[in-house]
């Protein structure tokens, strides 16, 4: 999807950034809603003594609440990535190739 090569486009990378943010969010969202009616679904079948269903409802849950946590985390990479574009792209030295300078923003 983004080619690290000559063909490097920061402008374009901004924009795809930018759009995985918003699809994240949206994901977020719409997941962050069915874990909300879930909940609801759970304390009605406890309400109706049906706890073997409230069980495996309640595993898919937390599974769900996990995978909300990771959107987060995905989704503050990307705008610091996004946010450090112009560093990378400020940077004289080009040793490192710029995945792995993409790496290096990443991981500090």
């Known amino acids: 999807m983004f080619g690290f090569g000559p063909s490097y486009d920061s402008y374009k990378l901004k924009v795809q950034l930018k759009l995985a943010v918003s699809r994240i969010q949206i994901l977020k969202n719409k997941k962050a809603n069915i874990v909300r009616d879930e909940k609801r679904n759970v304390a009605e079948l406890l309400r109706k003594k049906n706890e073997e269903s409230a069980r495996i409802r309640v595993e898919t849950i937390i599974r769900d609440e996990y995978l909300i946590e990771c959107f987060q985390i995905i989704e503050v990479l990307c705008e610091l ?11 004289t030295e080009y040793t490192l190739t710029n995945s792995e300078l993409i790496w290096i923003s990443f991981s500090s």
């Not at 990535?81 to 940077?91: D, G, M, Q, V």
């Open 81 to 91: 990535l996004h946010a450090r574009i112009n560093l990378i792209n400020a940077t």
